[in-house]
């Protein structure tokens, strides 16, 4: 681990075990220090940018993606874990940076008045939120929209136009599987029955783009199906179910690629102000490797 993280760590230890002589405990322990913990993040990411959370001047991938235009009043609300708030990784952030403002917002996990927030967003039409959620008893799309109420709009096989529907909105939790678990818990134990919405499960029949998935993290776990696909894509695959436009749906993807791109250190995802493409590297000389390869390969 590196030398700052570990110090980082050692420094909240000994505040946790500070707090917990004071009888602090519980949920306030964990807000307590999860405040700490995201206030440190942000004094140290001033060279990060705030959209994408990359290296502002090396790696900020913002030029490269559009907002797009959904077609469905659909809001996602992505609760995310403290622990993801601000990594460069996390592909939850990509939601408010491809949405617009009235279809995303962000809260995260761990600090007391974002939790506030969320509980508020949660009352606004209880009739028409779900949680993207694989548990046992979980809710297909089809069968969640065909226990919505009689007259709601969103139960019609042919939707009327956009502006006579409800938005609905969608929870996504967003960490690893264990922390996401952590925050359902939270949401079934801490929330009122009345906010706490259905959750419907998706059954993607593709494998995730997704760097994390990609290096089989699913393979620690018996829940492997859960962990095949990331936030972005269980939100594309939901949004595509409800009958989104396909563009939109394809473009949340791509950005997942493009972000998997940008940690991989590709050249072409650098922004123009961007760091320049070094010949003397390590990374260069393999990359001169495969090169020389691939020609040998391909001469007859």
């Known amino acids: 681990r590196h030398p700052e993280s570990m110090s980082s760590a050692f420094s909240l230890t000994k505040q946790a075990n500070e707090l917990k002589k004071e009888g602090v405990q519980g949920t306030e322990l964990f807000e307590t220090l999860a405040a700490i913990e995201v206030k440190s993040k942000r004094q140290s990411s001033a060279n990060k940018c705030k959209r994408c959370w990359h290296d502002l001047q090396r790696r900020c991938i913002c030029s490269f993606l559009s907002r797009g235009s959904p077609t469905l009043p659909v ?31 962000l809260f995260v996990f761990g600090l007391a008045e974002d939790w506030k927030r969320f509980g508020e967003e949660l009352a606004v039409d209880p009739a028409h939120t779900l949680t993207l959620w694989p548990g046992d008893d979980a809710l297909t799309v089809e069968s969640w929209t065909s226990s919505l109420a009689e007259d709601s709009s969103w139960r019609a096989t042919a939707l009327p136009p956009k502006s006579a529907r409800p938005f609905l909105r969608v ?55 859960v962990l095949r696909i990331c936030t972005v894509e269980a939100y594309a695959l939901l949004l595509q179910e409800l009958g989104e436009c396909r563009s939109l749906c394809e473009a949340l993807v791509g950005a997942v690629v493009t972000n998997n791109a940008a940690l991989g250190h590709d050249p072409e995802v650098r922004p123009d102000s961007g760091m320049s493409v070094s010949s003397s590297s390590g990374a260069a000389r393999r990359r001169r490797t495969r090169e020389k390869c691939a020609q040998i390969e391909a001469t007859p």
Do not use: W
């Open 171 to 225: 929870v996504v939790l967003d960490a690893c599987y264990g922390q996401a678990r952590q925050m359902f818990r939270a949401m079934r134990t801490r929330l009122p029955p009345d906010r706490n919405p259905p959750y419907v499960a998706l059954r993607p029949s593709t494998l995730s783009v997704y760097h994390r998935a990609q290096k089989n993290y699913a393979a620690a776990t018996a829940h492997r199906e």
């Open 75 to 105: 809001k996602v609300l992505i609760l995310m874990h403290h622990k993801e708030y601000l990594s460069a990784g996390d592909d939850a952030k990509l939601l408010p940076m491809m949405l617009p403002p009235e279809n995303s917002e």
